[in-house]
Nanobody, 119 residues
Framework: VQVVESGGGLVQPGGSLTLSCEAF????????MAWYRQAPGEQRELVAI???????NYGKSVKGRFTVSRVNAQTTVYLQMSSLKPEDTAIYYC??????????????WGQGTQVTVSS
């Protein structure tokens, strides 16, 4: 199973940006899809996660500013980011977990997309 992110870029503080992620391949199901981020010199941290049933959870620093959603038979996930701050600058990674058609589990990561918040 492969995961591809898109939508990163440069945005001014206070602005908005939406990231997209699509999972494709021999997918039997997707248990959950998540966004993580990693800033230079920092550990990768959870930004948001959405389960197959639609329940969501957010990292403390983005709660109330970011919204995660899933569409397209749940193989596509979006991360709507608003009120962006310079400290949101990071590489954002998408993750998908579930079962392949051969019923083996997968835990797939995308290559990441850069988000830079700067004036």
């Amino acid at each position: 199973v492969q995961v591809v992110e898109s939508g990163g870029g440069l945005v001014q503080p206070g602005g908005s940006l939406t990231l997209s992620c699509e999972a494709f391949g021999s997918i039997f199901n997707i248990d959950d899809m998540a966004w993580y981020r990693q800033a230079p010199g920092e550990q990768r941290e959870l930004v948001a996660i959405i389960a197959s049933g639609g329940s969501t959870n957010y990292g403390k620093s983005v709660k109330g500013r970011f919204t995660v959603s899933r569409v397209n038979a749940q193989t596509t996930v979006y991360l709507q980011m608003s009120s962006l701050k310079p400290e949101d600058t990071a590489i954002y990674y998408c993750n998908a977990r579930g079962l392949e058609t051969n019923l083996k589990t997968y835990d797939s990561w995308g290559q990441g997309t850069q988000v830079t918040v700067s004036s």
